[in-house]
């Protein structure tokens, strides 16, 4: 299947200051492809590049199979873009907003009409259709700015910190209309600090470190050693058997209740190491990863970026 986002060896410097340096990607219709990396990695100005709103120095990009230095029309109607933060005409209606993002895409006014009561609904912006969009709170924004994004129905979508500033619940919405859109074939490349939410969304990571996009076998050896989070009903009982296995073990409290981090390599090591738990008649109650895989890779990413590789 084609790719409907596609950048290859793609660099862009600001002066001197090279800060996208080798960035390659692939993102399928109907996929969503989390793009993860350190503050100041370049995550921005590549989803900037994708856009069709930065130029790159060098490279190839194609959003939908178009160049969008060669035409750039017909890759912006395929694509929606949400910037980190919206910029909006404040004195406009939310509905005013939308309806005239519409008519900026050709549509005519009864079709931008039908179409600004259709995204009202979508994004639950209803109850805020006749609201300033200078009053909307952050997380109103966000919502706002998703729908923006996705009025002219682009198979495309480029989120920068979509779910920034949403309430839990707000995240779960949102997550729940991302994954409707990709049901139905758009593919989204979406950057976030929140790497819970994306591992929960993405189907596909992209790690970006030091203006380079890094091979995906990093976040395999990032998974590789990990820590994982023990609870037993008898939590001394369980450090005694930590202890004559050979696990190094520290004990935590938390709001979850007192539990214990152990260092195992790899999911294998961990495996091996439930076994010998419930075999010495440990009564384990939680065991789970510390962190996600998301969080894994992209530590990985940070102290590989630390050790000079
Ligand atoms: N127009 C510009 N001129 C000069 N430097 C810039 C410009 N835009 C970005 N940079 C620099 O490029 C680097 C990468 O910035 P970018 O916003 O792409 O990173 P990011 O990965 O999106 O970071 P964050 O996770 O903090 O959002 C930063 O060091 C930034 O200061």
Redesign the pocket.
């Known amino acids: 299947m084609t790719a409907a986002i596609e950048a290859r060896n793609v660099a862009r410097s600001?002066?001197t200051?090279a800060?996208?340096i080798d960035a390659s990607l692939s993102v399928a219709p109907g996929s969503i492809t989390a793009l993860v990396?350190?503050?100041?990695?370049?995550?921005?100005?590549?989803?900037l590049m994708l856009a069709t709103l930065l130029r790159p120095d060098s490279g190839e990009i194609r959003i939908a199979g178009h160049d969008p230095l060669r035409a750039t029309a017909a890759a912006r109607a395929q694509l929606g873009w949400m910037p980190?933060t919206l910029g909006s005409w404040g004195t406009l209606t939310v509905r005013e907003t939308l309806f005239a993002v519409c008519r900026m895409y050709g549509l005519t006014a009864d079709t931008a009409n039908t179409r600004t009561q259709e995204l009202l609904a979508i994004a639950d912006l209803g109850q805020l259709a006749g609201q300033r969009t200078n009053t909307l709170s952050r997380g109103q924004k966000q919502r706002l700015s998703l729908a923006r994004a996705y009025a002219h129905q682009p198979s495309v979508l480029l989120l920068?910190?979509p779910a920034s500033g949403l309430d839990p619940e707000a995240r779960l919405a949102q997550r729940a209309s991302l994954s409707r859109l990709a049901e139905r074939g758009v593919a989204v490349l979406v950057?976030s600090?929140v790497l819970d939410e994306l591992e929960q969304l993405a189907t596909d990571v992209v790690l970006?470190r030091d203006?380079r996009t890094v091979s995906a076998e990093l976040a395999a050896q990032a998974a590789e050693t990990t820590r994982w989070r023990v609870r037993a009903t008898d939590p001394e009982a369980l450090l005694a058997a930590l202890a004559s296995a050979g696990v190094a073990a520290e004990r935590r409290g938390g709001i979850s209740g007192d539990h214990v981090v152990v260092l195992v390599a790899g999911e294998a090591g961990a495996a091996s190491l439930l076994r010998n738990l419930i075999t010495t008649g440990i009564d384990v109650i939680e065991y789970a990863p510390l962190s996600g895989t998301l969080e894994r890779a992209f530590m990985g990413s940070v102290r590989a970026e630390e050790d000079g590789a």
Not at 37 to 47: D, R
């Open positions: 600001f002066g200051k800060v996208v990396g350190p503050n100041g990695s370049g995550k921005t100005t590549l989803m980190d920068d910190e950057t600090h970006m203006g």
